[in-house]
């Protein structure tokens, strides 16, 4: 077990002891030695974390002091710092600016064991980022999902014809080439994916499809199962 996860349980565990616990307790569960333990108290007590106790007697942390109430495991925080590098690789601008506030608020929650995940800069997601979207915000297409309003498309089809498209947007997929908006198409009358790259201009109806999202979600994912995919127009 590496040493900021090592820490992160010993805090876990005297924090839920009812009674004080020792060095050689913590050191069986955590499967180190008894003097790793106390190098780790010892530690964690320089970071101001207020464990008390000693040799022989056990340790517990003194009441008023608790981990915030979103906490994870290192794994988990790594899981985290991937995935929010990934979306540096999305041409949603919006999203980008939102996965650096994520990484700024979890730094700036979790305690020094487990930041030093952010602050190693250890973990990438390599590869070229997404070209930026032109025409069309993503912003207002995931909107657009979560609120069930339809969308009017000036959009060119793979041969290159223009058309005007109404949807009713229910899944934006991203690529590492483009995004495809996944939709009820209401001239085709059927699911379609759209691709962001194709489409000049995108904008809101006010024209609502309340409480029919799950269901065309469940219409895709069905056609998906029985390998008939949604049609690249």
């Keep these: 077990m590496r040493k900021a996860s090592r820490l992160f349980e010993i805090i876990q565990i005297v924090r839920l002891a009812r009674q004080p616990v020792t060095a050689a307790t913590i050191a069986e569960r955590l499967e180190v030695t008894v003097r790793s333990i106390y190098r780790d108290i010892a530690a964690l007590q320089a970071m ?49 600016q939102a996965a650096k506030r994520v990484s700024a608020k979890i730094a700036g929650a979790v305690p020094p064991p487990l930041r030093q995940v952010f602050d190693a800069n250890a973990l990438h997601a390599w590869g070229f980022a997404a070209p930026s979207t032109g025409a069309i915000d993503l912003a207002l297409v995931r909107r657009a999902i979560r ?9 060119r089809d793979k041969m290159g014809r223009a058309a005007e498209r109404l949807i009713r947007p229910i899944a934006l997929i991203y690529y590492a080439e483009t995004a495809n908006i996944v939709a009820w198409c209401e001239l085709r009358q059927a699911i379609r994916n759209f691709r962001s790259d194709r489409i000049a201009d995108c904008q809101a109806t006010g024209l609502r499809f309340k409480g029919e999202g799950d269901r065309l979600r469940q219409v895709w994912v069905n056609g998906w199962e029985t390998n008939v995919a949604a049609t690249v127009v």
Excluded at 147 to 155: A, G, P, T, V
């Design 48 to 96: 101001r974390v207020p464990i008390d106790g000693g040799r022989g007697i056990g340790y517990i942390l003194r009441p008023g002091f608790d981990l915030p109430p979103l906490m994870f495991s290192i794994e988990e925080m790594e899981a985290i710092v991937l995935s929010l590098a990934l979306l540096e690789r999305t041409g949603d601008s919006e999203l980008k």
């Design 147 to 155: 609120d069930e309003e339809k969308l009017d498309l000036s959009y």
